[in-house]
């Protein structure tokens, strides 16, 4: 996974990266708030782990501007910082923040938070497929999933929601299809 790092100090910088690279993902580095906001606007990147003081712009100030943009994907954001404390806390979370870590983080806290930053962008994504549009056969109603396999339409919502599903037979088939199906076999048997 691509993650940027807005860190303006190069050896917290340069830790995250070894550590994020190790990890399996693609680090990306900025030096400020302000250099981070325009590889942001050149390219999207799904986490975000921002200092929260820096020169030109702050981690909470460029948090502000990740969320005012409107965007196709979210970005999961991490504030690292040296505050700490109730009050850092909630500042960072009421502009947008998703999580906190404080320095020095521990390394093994970080690749668990990503880990849960990894999960929440894997359930939007897949909220979002959901709110789309879905590819369905007209004949038999079959939906084309991810793995452009054609599966039965109510396999394919319960397996990706809660719903469960109970047969039957609406009035309309029962007249135009069921009846007429009954009376064809019977006639077949005489």
């Excluded at 906190?100 to 909220?127: H, N, S, Y």
């Excluded at 979002?128 to 004949?139: A, D, N, V, W």
């Excluded at 999933?145 to 809660?162: F, G, K, N």
Aim: glycine share 8%; hydrophobic share 40%.
């Amino acid at each position: 996974m691509k993650i940027l790092i807005a860190e303006d100090d190069a050896g917290t910088r340069l830790l995250l990266s070894t550590l994020l690279e190790k990890l399996g993902h693609e680090p990306v580095g900025a030096g400020n708030g302000r250099e981070a906001w325009a590889a942001f606007e050149r390219d999207y990147f799904p986490v975000l782990i921002a200092d929260w003081l820096m020169p030109e712009m702050d981690g909470l100030e460029l948090c502000r501007r990740i969320r005012a943009e409107p965007r196709p994907k979210y970005t999961y954001i991490i504030l690292l910082t040296g505050l700490g404390g109730r009050d850092n806390y909630l500042a960072g979370m009421n502009v947008g923040a998703d999580d906190f870590v404080t320095k020095p983080f521990d390394p093994e806290i970080l690749a668990a938070r990503l880990r849960v930053a990894e999960r929440i962008l894997g359930l939007q994504e897949e909220v979002k497929r959901l709110e789309g549009l879905l590819p369905i056969c007209s004949y038999c109603k079959k939906i084309r999933d991810e793995r452009d396999e054609w599966v039965p339409l109510d396999w394919y919502v319960a397996t990706r929601t809660d719903a469960a599903f109970s047969h039957g037979i609406c009035p309309e088939c029962l007249e135009t299809t069921v009846k007429p199906e009954m009376e064809r076999r019977k006639r077949k048997r005489r």
